[in-house]
C-alpha cells in the first residue's frame, strides 16, 4: 500500500511541476535585471579596473586568482604563501570598495 502511494504521489508531482513549467513565459522573453538599476558590464568593468588600480601587488594576484581562476580563498592564500585571515581581506576591501561606488 505504501509503494502504491508513494507511486501515486511521485506521478502527481511530476504532473503539477509540468503543468507549472508550461506556465512559465519562454526564457527569451526575460529581462536583464542588471538594465532595471541602470548597470552595465561597462560600467563594473571600469570600477573593477579602478579598484585594481588602487590594489598592491599581492592583492591583484589574489583577486585574479580568486576571481578568475576560481580558486577559494584558501586556495589562493596557499599560492601566494600567505595565511588565509590575511588572504580575506583584501578580497573584502575589494568588494567594498565596488560596493560603495553603486550605492
Not at 17 to 27: I, N, S, V
Not at 34 to 60: P, Y
Amino acid at each position: 500500500m505504501t509503494a502504491l502511494n508513494t507511486s501515486r504521489n511521485s506521478e502527481r508531482a511530476k504532473r503539477r511541476y509540468r503543468t507549472f513549467l508550461a506556465k512559465l513565459p519562454p526564457p527569451g522573453d526575460a529581462q536583464d535585471p542588471a538594465d532595471q538599476f541602470g548597470l552595465s558590464t561597462m560600467d563594473l568593468s571600469a570600477e573593477a579596473t579602478q579598484v585594481l588600480a588602487t590594489s598592491n601587488v599581492t592583492d591583484r594576484k589574489l583577486l585574479a586568482l580568486t576571481v578568475l581562476e576560481d580558486l577559494t580563498i584558501r586556495e589562493a592564500a596557499v599560492v601566494l604563501e600567505i595565511s588565509e585571515v590575511a588572504a580575506k581581506m583584501p578580497i573584502w576591501t575589494a568588494n567594498t570598495q565596488i560596493c560603495n561606488q553603486w550605492y
